[in-house]
């Protein structure tokens, strides 16, 4: 048998068959290893490996199949220590070298590197598999595997070095499907889907949209879109042109990664089309700094454990000039007549800039400029006007987000384009057409422009969000709209995947929630600003959260989602999301007779809510409360308290019951 592993084709330092493996010596093996690791070799590294090989080697005699060291998980940033195929199964194993206990931390690792096969990994969606946990200085070891969950993942077994054997064994009598193609496994594609936040870590650390987005035939690939969006990019450069451009897409289907994926690929100084991120999503843009911030402190000391740590601080002044607020970026246009050092800008949630009125108010009152007549899309884009060589403006539209007064959704941009910029070049996305874009007249006006361009590529048409079913927003659509068959076609759909439950009672929500999160999955508690009446549950939406702490702390942290005790509203989740969601229903929207009645508590009773604008965002907020799960949600329905004039039952009941009546299961 050669001691040359096989040829790697596999996204792994070291890949062979469990027979070479066992036939290598340590040093083809580490060199092997070593020549693929571009972070290079430093002495922890090398040590842990030397502990692992002789007891890969002792658990492995006798096993036919193919071994994988430092398996790439690209959407986590890291690789897995190993990872066995034989027969049906799969062992993904972690080692904590001379670790005498097992940790939360290390189990929730374990679980984690489980979970990102079983759902990214094409060749491993219906494999049983069995994350192994080995601490080498332990002196104990499970001695049997806990029972699978419904997707065939295993809770992870932790052991000592001596006690993985007896339960690869195990785990292998257990397997009795389809033996895998062991060899063609490493090869299968990845297909992950990123929460926002890993998202923005990895494309900021230089990874591309393709390596951490979804290439399924169903979904419109980020890839094609972003391209897109560079092509315009780079046409507009070349002829000293300015454009802007209508990115549209359903809920959670990539719209800010598209953004972000552009913003990274001209983040250089040096780079002559230098781009910057822009969003007047205040939650938003701290939790993205703030996630970067942290991951880029921890990716120094990983890469460079001997340099000089640069202060978080200098990371951060690194981070905000890539990501910033665009009522700060606004301001910047207001203070210098000059143009702005950006080519390209990306407007985030586009829909939400201020109209008119919104801002002409607030001109007045806060900037001392009481003959301010523009819109903020207007201003914006004659700000980017001021250059005089060429400009490129990019839209991120979402349908039926509005969700607070003076948002002028997409139309004022149309509207400033035609009536101010009419030599710029426009191109949109055919879906712009759809009624819950608010385009409006102001499409049709512009319609005629000698400049339009219709690009089916610059529309993003299935949720990457909830990538267990993509279909959760036209459920959440049809639902909404009060269109009964066509939600119990969609949740038929959905049911199978996408975990959906309905309770009317809180405790066992939080339960629910706790019972599916597996690993570092997050959850917490949503519910609607209006929602004043949820206080008796111990859920006051008037005690706003801190984004920051809620988004990214650990569960030990009380302000962190975990704790299921604060809840986030519409306005601090929108553009982010979880794994699993507390949907907290109270009575300001409320179905009756077939149809939704808005109401608002003031004072020490509801009213009803009579402007359309405002049922409209109140429709919409729950719309966006609902669309932030990537893998399930609860949604609780108070039962109501016939002692209290503010929660009659009769405000919940029909709300209930239109739900169950939808197929939603009841807990």
């Known amino acids: 048998m050669p001691e040359q592993p096989t040829t790697l084709l596999a996204p792994a330092y ?21 020549t693929n690791n571009q972070f290079g070799l430093d002495p922890e590294q090398k040590n842990a490996w ?4 002789p007891i890969l080697r002792k658990a492995l005699k006798g096993i036919t199949g193919m071994v994988y060291l430092e398996f790439d998980v690209p959407r986590l940033g890291s690789r897995i220590d190993a990872v066995l195929i034989a027969g049906a199964a799969i062992f993904p194993i972690e080692f904590k070298v001379g670790e005498t206990k097992f940790v939360r931390e290390h189990h929730n690792q374990a679980w984690d590197y489980a979970l990102d096969l079983k759902n990214f990994h094409k060749a491993s969606h219906s494999a049983p598999i069995f994350p192994m946990l080995v601490a080498t200085g332990a002196t104990r070891s499970e001695s049997a595997w806990l029972p699978p969950h419904d997707d065939g993942v295993y809770p992870p077994a932790r052991m ?5 054997r007896t339960l690869i064994d195990q ?8 033996s895998l193609d062991s060899g063609a496994w490493g090869n299968s594609s990845y297909q992950p889907t990123p929460t926002i936040i890993e998202a923005a870590q990895s494309l900021y650390a230089r990874h591309s949209v393709d390596a951490i987005s979804r290439h399924d035939a169903g ?16 046409d507009a450069a070349c002829r000293g042109r300015k454009a802007i451009v209508f990115v549209t897409g359903v809920p959670g289907a990539g719209k800010t990664l598209v953004g972000l994926n552009v913003a990274t690929r001209k983040q250089g100084a040096d780079d002559s089309a230098h781009a910057v991120f822009l969003s007047g999503n205040g939650p938003l843009v701290a939790v993205l700094r703030e996630a970067l911030a942290r991951d880029e402190v921890a990716r120094q000391k990983r890469t460079k454990p001997r340099a000089e740590r640069e202060r978080k601080g200098v990371i951060m002044n690194s981070v905000k000039a890539f990501i910033q607020n665009v009522h700060h970026f606004r301001d910047a246009g207001l203070r210098d007549a000059g143009a702005p050092d950006d080519h390209v800008v990306i407007f985030d949630e586009a829909q939400r800039a201020w109209n008119l009125e919104q801002t002409r108010n607030f001109m007045k009152r806060k900037r001392q400029r009481p003959n301010f007549n523009q819109s903020e899309p207007e201003f914006l884009l004659s700000y980017m006007d001021r250059r005089d060589d060429w400009a490129v403006v990019i839209c991120l539209v979402g349908g039926g987000q509005e969700i607070n007064t003076g948002e002028a959704g997409i139309s004022a941009w149309l509207d400033a384009v035609r009536e101010h910029f009419p030599s710029w070049d426009v191109y949109v996305s055919p879906a712009l057409t759809d009624a819950e874009y608010a385009a409006g007249h102001a499409l049709d006006a512009v319609a005629q422009c000698k400049n339009l361009k219709k690009t089916p590529d610059l529309h993003l048409a299935v949720s990457m969000r909830s990538f267990r079913a993509g279909n959760v927003s036209s459920f959440v659509k049809a639902a909404l709209d009060c269109d009964g ?44 600003s209006a929602a004043k009446r949820l206080k008796p549950h111990a859920i006051d939406v008037r005690v706003e959260i801190d984004p920051i702490h809620w988004f990214l702390n650990e569960p030990n942290d009380t ?30 929207l409320r179905y009756e007779h077939g149809a939704w009645k808005h109401f608002e508590f003031r004072g020490d009773r509801w ?22 799960a990537r893998q399930g949600m609860v949604i609780f329905v108070p039962p109501g308290d016939s002692e209290d004039h503010t929660r009659e039952p009769a405000f919940y009941d029909g709300t209930f019951q239109y739900l169950l009546g939808l197929g939603i299961d009841q807990i």
Request: proline fraction near 1%; aromatic fraction near 8%.
């Open 14 to 34: 070291y890949h062979a068959s469990v027979a070479e493996f066992l036939s290598a010596t340590d040093h083809v093996v580490m060199g092997q290893m070593a």
């Open 50 to 53: 030397i502990a692992q090989l």
């Open 160 to 164: 000592n070095a001596d006690g993985m």
């Open 171 to 178: 785990g292998l009598a257990m397997a009795t499907g389809t």
């Open 219 to 234: 979904a419109r690939n980020l890839g094609v879109t972003s391209a897109c969006v560079e092509g315009v990019v780079e």
């Open 485 to 528: 068959g066509s939600a119990m076609s969609q949740l038929r759909l959905l049911s199978a995947k996408y975990p959906l439950a309905l309770t009317r009672d809180l405790t066992t929500a939080k339960r629910w929630v706790r019972s599916h999160a597996r690993g570092t999955e997050r959850y917490g508690l949503v519910a609607s």
């Open 559 to 588: 302000r962190s989602s975990f704790y299921l005790e604060d809840a986030a509203t519409e306005f601090q989740i929108q553009g982010l999301e979880l794994d699993w969601i507390c949907m907290t229903w109270d009575a300001d």
């Open 607 to 628: 009213t009803t809510m009579r402007q359309p604008i405002r049922q409209k965002y109140l429709l919409n907020a729950y719309r966006v409360l609902l669309t932030r």
